[in-house]
């Protein structure tokens, strides 16, 4: 249950250009802004660094997204895991791949790369302070230094939507319901479950 009421975009008139890119590149708008929109500045900050790190950088979008899915996964944020699952699909992963997140240590629809960049993720989501040497060794041999300031941007951000939509218990859109009941059925989405 919602415990912050959302604003309407029409309240936000001052931030309607960054509103309408996030729901022209969603194809919806997200609750979880809209709560935070009942401090602008915080949103309008928000704004700009997900567009950063969501929307530039040398990552593949697609390989963002599986990792905002992992380590919301690890936080335990349904609402995270629902959005990046919708964003990845859109990024591009296909559905069998989206289902198969979780399951990316054994699955054959993931490179080494990919595997490395998902794990790295997911222990660092677990317990950030529990990334040592040996996991940064792991994942140069794959990624730029770039690159891995660009992963750890992702686990971040999603940390920080992990713990605002959980704990405001943030009003789940149908977009995202929609496909995470088809693609995350195995891993137990179920409509009104979440």
Known sequence: MAQI????????QALLPMLDMVEASLGFLPNSMLTMAHWPELLDA????????????????????LI????????????????????????????????????FEESPLFSDR???ALRFSWHAALQPNAIGPTDFAKIKAFFSEREVVEIVAVVSLFGFLNRWNDTLGTELEDAPIDFAVTALVDVGWARGKH
């Open 46 to 65: 928000f704004g700009g660094l997900g567009a950063t790190v969501l929307q530039s950088g040398e990552l593949e979008p697609e390989l963002k997204q």
């Open 5 to 12: 009421s959302k604003k309407n975009k029409e309240q936000l």
């Open 68 to 103: 905002a899915l992992v380590s919301s996964r690890a936080s335990g944020c349904n609402y995270c895991q629902a959005h990046t699952a919708h964003s990845a699909h859109r990024a591009g992963a296909n559905n069998e791949k989206i289902a198969a997140a979780f399951d």
């Open 114 to 116: 990919e595997r490395a």
